[in-house]
């Protein structure tokens, strides 16, 4: 099974709420890593959290992480229409290959 | 640079053909990735290069996929022959470290009929 899993599978806000992703994984670390994918597109990245660092902010994106719960959460902050979109957690872990999870659809109404 | 290149957008062949994906990575990336989307299976690691060589093929579902990367700025996925359930999204990703930052390209969208 994939090593990253995100929940919720679906979320679905309105403009101007936070929205909150989380993923989980199963074995240690070196990175755990966020990307965006558009309906046709192909991913982008937004974040990489090392597993040495506990939080990260970029913009209106603020990424946490726990190792000792194997966890990682994206949080959206103040979320526009233009964020709907798939997100999808990746870890990194002793083989240095990036696995990622199922992703989160998030449906962000104006 | 105009980031990573694949083509074509869009597949559509016959079952039993032969099929070639096309990537153009970032110039410099030290690293090459081919993914499958379905719905089913989500984004699966096909196989990956480092300067050419291919590194890891372990998830190449069967022996009718075959990749290459005869230079640092071309590869190619190709299945012979097709079947319908190849049907699904194939992406080339690069990168300068092998966990690092992956840059996609758009993808390119296998239909077996």
């Known amino acids: 099974s994939q090593q990253g899993e995100e929940d919720p599978q679906a979320l679905s806000i309105q403009e101007g709420e936070n929205a909150t992703m989380n993923c989980s994984y199963k074995t240690s670390i070196n990175n755990l890593q966020w990307y965006r994918q558009n309906s046709g597109r192909g991913l982008v990245h937004l974040i990489l959290i090392r597993s040495n660092e506990r939080e990260k902010h970029s913009g209106r994106l603020r990424v946490t992480l726990d190792t000792s719960k194997k966890s990682s959460s994206l949080l959206i902050t103040a979320s526009r229409a233009a964020d709907t979109a798939s997100y999808f957690c990746?870890?990194?872990?002793?083989?240095?290959?990036?696995?990622f999870g199922s992703g989160t659809q998030l449906t962000v109404l104006p | 640079d105009a980031g990573v290149i694949q083509s074509p957008r869009h597949e559509v062949t016959e079952m039993g053909q032969e099929v070639t994906l096309r990537c153009k990575p970032i110039?410099?990336?030290?690293?090459l990735f081919w993914y499958r989307q379905t719905m089913m299976r989500g984004l699966e690691l096909l196989i990956y290069f480092n300067n050419n060589v291919p590194i890891d093929d372990s998830g190449m579902p069967e022996d009718r996929f075959s990749a290459k990367m005869p230079n640092a700025s071309f590869s190619t996925l190709k299945i012979q022959p097709s079947e319908p359930r190849d049907s699904a999204v194939y992406f080339c990703a690069s990168s300068l470290f092998p966990d690092g930052e992956a840059f996609f390209g758009q993808g390119t969208r296998l239909t077996v009929v």
């Open positions: 990746a870890s990194s872990g002793s083989a240095r290959q990036l696995t």
């Open positions: 110039s410099g990336h030290d690293y």
